[in-house]
């Protein structure tokens, strides 16, 4: 039997997996650079906030497993790999 937190994943990184498939059919019909770049600029939204949830999510599950200060490590780990995306 799956875990509650491991079928959330699963079904969210389909969902993120998904939506990257349907923005690139979206650029290929429209054919557009501007409108694949705007695509892609959503895109970029969708990531972050899926590794975030993704992450909660299964920090959720090992709660009983896992020490309260290695939670903080990991979400400010986090919290640092989204802050130098957007030092770009």
């Not at 079928?7 to 990184?13: C, K």
């Not at 923005?23 to 409108?35: G, P, T």
């Not at 895109?43 to 920090?59: K, S």
């Not at 903080?72 to 030092?87: A, E, N, Q, R």
Request: aromatic share 8%; net charge positive.
């Amino acid at each position: 039997m799956i875990e509650k937190a491991l079928l959330t994943i699963i079904i969210l990184r389909i969902f993120s997996g998904s939506v990257d498939i349907t923005a690139a059919l979206l650029m290929y019909r429209f054919n557009d650079l501007e409108k694949a770049f705007y695509i892609n600029t959503l895109l970029a939204l969708v990531g972050p906030v899926v590794l975030i949830i993704t992450t909660g999510v299964a920090l959720l599950g090992l709660a009983e497993k896992i020490s309260i200060i290695r939670m903080v490590f990991l979400f400010s780990g986090i919290i640092l790999i989204l802050i130098s995306l957007k030092m770009e």
